[in-house]
């Protein structure tokens, strides 16, 4: 008897999947390009994860090739400049989480405390220009600035400085090209965010006695807090991973200038491309793809537990 | 007194003082000009003469003016004009095919009518958080789909984008009222007719946006091309721009030129041409910028709320 009744349920079950297909149809078939699109660039790169532990060999598919265990992993790990490079890459990421947050916010509540609001427009649309200038060309606009013959730095009457080859100015440099592209979009959704805010509520703080900055401090930060967070979370999980534009190009590939800009896109990169080195690329591509993956569910998890409404997922 | 009295009261609510509002303009406008000035310098320099630029290096304003960078490039367009060829097709064809992707993704899953939009969402969402990384990609790309040294390398990979379809799916849940589809619905159109019909044109504005920042994607792309190919027949704007900053010499390597002798090779306007033709990739984004910000400003305005 019982049986039966579970033998039927799961039939409507299936006969329920089938009818569900069918009343959807239309909408999966619309579905199906982004789909498509999704599964050949992004899910099937992350199976190909498991490149990392075997031995890579282009004449065999994916699943005949040999495991290797976690021999990848040991020549990456030997690799003397393995840990410059970590370093190097946690380190700028860590400065341009802190910078994404404190620097558009500061860009957009300047915004919106000025009292020209024409002005406040035409400031909000040239900062926002730099974000559609490429990586190759904002190459060119350092070479403009540093090349030691005639950037016009090496140009103003000071002693020239060889730019390329000095190591040292190097992480503000980077520092700097990277604010300059990235704040004026973020400025961008700050600046929408603070627009959003009740007026109601600064009247209020007005009545209570609060000045300007109190307004600031009491209002106009804390409603923007979850939009911080978000981007944070979202930029923690990109932390070993470096922006290649930036890195590749910006430093035009000096050696002198490696052990300050070496990052691990970069390191990838060269070792799949240049000295055709997949195992210890894929071992790096898996390393970072993995500690991101763990960083965001950690972060998340953090926020999750200090205030949930402010949570990602 | 009664009207000092007004002044200070709307003083207090929530404006700043006029001293901090001068500093704050101030401030601006030295933001302001450091996001122009870069920009700037490279195009003042495509205008130096070419011995001025030599002694005195990049100028913003140059003192000798000389139009020789660009007689030069226009002497010698073959090249320029086939990356450009290769930009602008690419950045149609991709903006076209990739916003009718993005927008269908994303009206799907804007539907509460459909029955697995958790599970597209989640399987769309999943993607900005985890990624395979370039060596996978990279090996899809050349092994499985094989699609180096193809044209079709340039467009395919970046069709897709995690971020954008999020802004649009915004666009569709707060932009479209639900009646109108739903009486679509009542009067028999299929859920393509209503997309085509009704959803699309009322959401003209969030396509616009997107439409934009894939172009712009695509105008500004070096990296498809730098990984997937390496005939330089592929090279786009971008890759050509890349490639003869770090080697000036490339410059020099079209047919015209080979030609020529020694005197008038040394006469060639190498620094000058490459920042000019550094120039001619700016100008388009420069020009055009005034024009589409709007549809910037507001795609991220509505797009960026959370959830």
């Known amino acids: ?313 | 007194m009664n009207k000092n009295r007004f002044f200070k009261k709307k003083l207090r609510k929530n404006e700043i003082s006029t001293t901090a509002n001068v500093l704050l303009n101030v401030v601006f406008i030295i933001y302001a000009l450091m996001c122009l000035y870069p920009m700037a310098l490279v195009i003042g320099t495509s205008f130096a003469e070419e011995t001025y630029l030599n002694t005195v290096g990049y100028k913003i304003f140059p003192q000798v003016v000389s139009f020789d960078a660009y007689k030069y490039i226009l002497a010698n367009i073959q090249p320029i004009l086939r990356a450009y060829t290769v930009t602008i097709c690419v950045t149609v064809v991709g903006t076209v095919v990739s916003t009718v992707v993005i927008a269908l993704y994303a009206y799907v899953i804007s539907r509460n009518e459909f029955r697995y939009k958790k599970f597209f969402t989640f399987y769309l969402f999943f993607t900005m958080l985890f990624n395979g990384g370039m060596v996978p990609w990279y090996i899809v790309c050349t092994q499985l789909l094989d699609i180096n040294n193809t044209y079709v390398a340039l467009v395919w990979p970046a069709l897709m984008s995690a971020w954008y379809v999020m802004i649009m799916r915004t666009f569709f849940t707060t932009g479209v009222p639900n009646g109108i589809v739903e009486s679509a619905r009542i009067d028999g159109a299929g859920e393509f007719m209503i997309f085509v019909r009704i959803v699309a044109p009322v959401s003209i504005p969030g396509i616009a946006t997107v439409a934009l920042f894939q172009m712009v994607y695509y105008w500004n792309d070096w990296y498809l091309p730098f990984m997937l190919t390496s005939d330089p027949e592929y090279a786009n704007i971008q890759l050509y721009l890349k490639r003869i900053l770090n080697n000036l010499q490339e410059i020099l390597n079209s047919p015209g030129v080979a030609a020529q002798s020694g005197d008038a090779l040394a006469k060639i306007p190498r620094e000058g041409a490459r920042m000019a033709i550094c120039a001619l990739a700016i100008g388009p984004i420069v020009l055009a910028y005034p024009f589409f910000q709007r549809f910037f400003v507001s795609g991220l305005t509505v797009g960026s709320i959370k959830g």
């Open chain 1, 1 to 313: 008897m019982r049986k039966v009744q579970t033998a039927t349920k799961q039939n409507e079950k299936k006969t329920g999947f089938i009818k569900n297909i069918r009343n959807n149809w239309q909408f999966l078939l619309m579905a199906m390009p982004g789909f498509v699109q999704v599964l050949l660039f992004s899910y099937l790169p992350m199976a190909g994860l498991i490149l990392a532990f075997k031995s890579i060999d282009y004449s065999k598919s994916i699943f005949e090739m040999d495991w290797v265990g976690f021999k990848n992993f040991e020549f990456l790990f030997k690799n003397p400049d393995v840990f410059t490079v970590l370093r190097n890459t946690i380190l700028y990421n860590l400065v341009f989480i802190i910078a994404g947050a404190t620097v558009p916010v500061a860009i957009a509540i300047g915004l919106s405390l000025l009292r020209n609001k024409r002005m406040a427009k035409v400031y909000h649309g040239v900062g926002f220009l730099p974000y559609f200038i490429s990586w190759v060309i904002i190459s060119y606009l350092a070479v403009a600035l540093f090349d030691y013959r005639l950037g016009i730095l090496n140009n103003m009457g000071m002693e020239p400085v060889n730019w390329y080859q000095t190591p040292k100015y190097w992480p503000f440099i980077l520092v700097f090209f990277h604010i300059w592209k990235s704040c004026g979009y973020n400025a961008v959704i700050y600046y929408a965010a603070i627009k959003g805010i009740d007026s109601e509520l600064y009247e209020a703080a007005a009545i209570d006695g609060a000045g300007v900055g109190r307004q600031i401090w009491v209002i106009t930060v804390p409603s923007l807090k979850p939009t911080i967070i978000m981007m944070a979370i979202l930029a923690v999980g990109k932390i070993l991973n470096a922006d290649f534009g930036l890195f590749y190009n910006v430093p035009m590939g000096s050696g002198a200038l490696l052990p300050v800009t070496n990052v691990l896109d970069v390191f990838t990169y060269n070792a799949l491309k240049l000295n055709g080195d997949i195992a210890m690329s894929s071992a790096s591509g898996f390393f970072q793809s993995i500690v991101g993956f763990c960083l965001v569910l950690i972060t998340n998890y953090i926020v999750r537990r200090i205030d949930e409404s402010q949570a990602l997922f």
